[in-house]
């Protein structure tokens, strides 16, 4: 078979065939009668050879040593190959991703195409203060698409472009919750906690919504976040999660402010009171315990609180005892 039936019938170009000559690839095995290279049938297999070969990525160097080499074992150069492959799809998703948060900004012109590209390699940029910087002026004429502030909160670890990256988020408005609220379900507990930290600095109803979900999760941080926020929000829900962070000891100066301030709403002191009360049963909580619980105590309204911390008042642990008589006598002033 002449080069251009060869050609016609593969669909390699005959000048591809030529090139493949002159390297060793495929040499015709027969001329015709004028001269001209005829290709066998085995000469035909292996240019289809060729061409698989080629369709995973091979040079035609790696090719012609897969054909010739009886030694040779593909295994390494697949495990290669993946690799490289792997690359080239991290690399070109990563572009896709780009383009769609460059698309996403609306650009009305290409000083507002580099602006955002600007801001998005800021963003990713090693130094905490350039990636605090972009976050901050994300709020100007050209603003950092949502989805970036999201990624860029759920991986950050430094706490003061955290804050930054939230406070910009906040001013988004609620677009980020739908992100935010797959970064509540990760698997990795720091993107849970940032999640939360993120939705609660955002005011709009719905992400109360995220917060109470959030609240009944498995994952305690997280619910200790959300407790802390609902709390802010006059939500009562929040109560019981707020009373185990007294007992324990985790931001518990915080948990029972937001007791104070749910105490307020008509109703609410008495049951507060009383699940403060219920956790000082003997032996339900140690001395340091105690006196977490009379310090909250101290900013709930009514005979409930009034009588458990004059009953502490005598506890037989004195520093409890003595936070106790302090807190009542702060009550009277009041």
């Not at 060869?6 to 005959?14: F, L, Q």
């Not at 941080?221 to 709390?231: D, F, H, S």
């Amino acid at each position: 078979m002449l080069i251009g039936d060869v050609a016609r019938r593969s669909g390699v170009s005959a000048r591809m065939l030529r090139h493949y000559d002159s390297l060793g690839l495929v040499r015709p095995t027969g001329r015709s009668h004028a001269g001209y290279r005829e290709y066998s049938g085995d000469d035909i297999r292996r240019i289809f050879h060729i061409e698989s070969l080629r369709s995973l990525g091979l040079s035609l160097r790696e090719v012609k040593r897969a054909l010739d080499d009886p030694d040779f074992t593909p295994s390494e150069l697949v495990d290669d190959l993946i690799r490289q492959t792997r690359e080239r799809i991290a690399a070109e998703t990563e572009l896709l991703t780009r383009l769609r948060r460059i698309d996403a900004a609306e650009p009305a012109g290409w000083e507002d195409v580099l602006q955002v590209v600007a801001l998005l390699q800021a963003l990713g940029a090693k130094s905490a203060g350039r990636r605090q910087r972009a976050a901050l002026s994300s709020a100007g004429d050209v603003s950092v698409p949502v989805e970036a502030l999201v990624e860029a909160a759920l991986s950050e670890t430094d706490p003061h472009v955290a804050g930054a990256l939230r406070w910009a988020l906040a001013r988004s408005g609620d677009d980020g919750l739908a992100l935010l609220a797959r970064g509540l379900g990760s698997p990795a507990a720091d993107v849970r906690k940032r999640a939360v930290q993120s939705i609660a600095e955002i005011p709009a109803g719905e992400a109360t919504a995220l917060l109470r979900d959030a609240l009944a999760g498995p994952d305690v941080v997280v619910r200790r976040y959300a407790a802390l926020a609902l709390g802010a929000r006059g939500v009562t829900d929040a109560v019981p999660t707020l009373i185990d962070m007294v007992v324990e000891g985790t931001n518990d100066v915080d948990a029972a402010d937001a007791l104070s301030a749910l105490a307020s709403q008509a109703g609410s002191a008495d049951r507060i009171a009383a699940g403060l009360v219920g956790r000082l049963a003997p032996g339900a909580a140690g001395p340091a315990a105690r006196r977490r619980l009379a310090q909250a105590l101290a900013d709930i309204p009514g005979p409930t609180a009034s009588r458990a911390l004059a009953d502490l008042a005598h506890d037989d642990d004195r520093a409890v005892a003595l936070t106790a008589t302090y807190v009542l006598g702060l009550r009277d002033e009041r």
